[in-house]
């Protein structure tokens, strides 16, 4: 390719981030929620119903505009397809692209600072964008609650072993709950008890539990997964995308404590991205976003683990596992490890 052709590619991409970037706007700040429930409406109307300032959502709604989200008559302006998919409510939301692009964009710049000295300042991070954090939470629920509820918890045979004695399940690193919510409306003899570092995320679980009238059987506290205390002994340990948070300061030293904390019979379920053995595979379209993530989880004194070191890792702890793949290209690896009866 020339380096016009060069240009004019990347160019092409590029409108596609502007376009996510200007749809977290609307995203984080409700436009598209309210422009829905007002059917029409000038940037004026539009800004008193949202609460914002006036100047900034005349800019946003012609930013908007240009980028395929409203329509606009003479009167104002109206939701496009695109634009009323991109709200949060809507059934299969677009809104997780939208906050994924302006975390990985923050991210970006952290990594390129940090990469001088080498500093790696953890899970904090992600509190440094004020309108990012509470959309953490949103954005992991929206992109993998539906494939936990009607593919992974009905094909891994843990769980409905688990729920036909009954007991309580554990999610470490719970965010804002959403999996201890899809597990409980599955499985009804099941109680949760979720455990977040993030006192925004355990305030949001707590919130949508009670909302979804759940909170008899589902409770949330803050606390750190490397120094806890469980009252009781769990039926089922899940650990989703959290994993490899905690890994580096010590797996083989969690797991063990993980097993002593489970019933006899009781099961260890572990879901994580699996990191691909051959560098080639990252090439693949759905496996880059992955690459730029394991970066950006550098920056929070992470990385993405191969599924094999953590089956290898489990069975060291005295927990047999066996590994379940699913999406499409196989990506989404659960690791199941039992604590013999
Ligand atoms: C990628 S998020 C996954 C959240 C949730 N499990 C999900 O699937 O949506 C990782 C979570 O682990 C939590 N976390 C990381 N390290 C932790 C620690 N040491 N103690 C407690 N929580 C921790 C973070 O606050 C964050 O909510």
Redesign the pocket.
């Known amino acids: 390719m020339t380096a016009t052709e060069l240009k004019a590619q990347l160019r092409q991409q590029a409108q596609g981030a502007l376009s996510l970037n200007v749809a977290y706007i609307g995203v984080v700040n409700g436009l598209f929620s309210h422009l829905h429930r007002l059917g029409r409406a000038s940037a004026q109307r539009l800004a008193e119903e949202a609460a914002m300032d006036g100047g900034y959502v005349l800019r946003w709604c012609d930013a908007a505009f240009a980028f395929g989200y409203l329509d606009a008559c003479d009167d104002g302006f109206t939701l496009t397809a695109l634009g009323a998919a991109m709200r949060p409510e809507a059934p299969d939301s677009l809104m997780p692209l939208a906050v994924q692009s302006v975390l990985s964009a923050h991210m970006a710049e952290r990594a390129a600072g940090l990469m001088r000295t080498g500093e790696r300042p953890g899970?904090s991070v992600?509190a440094e964008r004020q309108t990012v954090l509470p959309w953490?939470?949103p954005m992991?629920?929206a992109n993998?609650s539906a494939l936990f509820e009607h593919t992974i918890c009905p094909q891994v045979p843990a769980f409905a072993a688990v729920n036909a004695r009954g007991g309580l399940a554990v999610?470490?690193?719970?965010?804002?709950g959403?999996?201890l919510r899809a597990l409980l409306r599955r499985c009804d003899r099941l109680r949760g008890l979720g455990?977040?570092?993030?006192e925004e995320?355990v305030r949001q679980a707590r919130e949508l539990a009670q909302r979804e009238g759940l909170q008899e059987r589902l409770q949330f506290v803050t606390?750190?997964?490397?120094d806890l205390q469980l009252v009781e002994a769990a039926d089922v340990i899940a650990?989703?995308?959290?994993l490899h948070?905690?890994w580096e300061k010590g797996a083989q030293t969690l797991l063990s404590w993980l097993r002593d904390q489970l019933k006899p019979g009781g099961f260890v379920v572990i879901?994580e991205p699996a990191w691909p053995s051959q560098r080639q595979a990252l090439r693949q379209p759905a496996l880059r976003g992955m690459a730029f993530q394991n970066l950006s989880e550098h920056v929070q004194g992470n990385h993405f683990l191969r599924t094999e070191e953590i089956e290898t890792a489990l069975v060291q702890a005295g927990l047999p596992a066996q590994t379940y793949r699913f999406g499409t290209d196989g990506s989404e690896a659960v690791i199941v490890g039992q604590r013999p009866a």
């Open positions: 899970e992600l953490f939470g992991l629920e993998f999610d470490l690193g719970c965010g804002n959403w999996y455990i977040d570092g993030l995320n606390g750190d997964i490397h650990m989703n995308r959290a948070h905690v879901w």
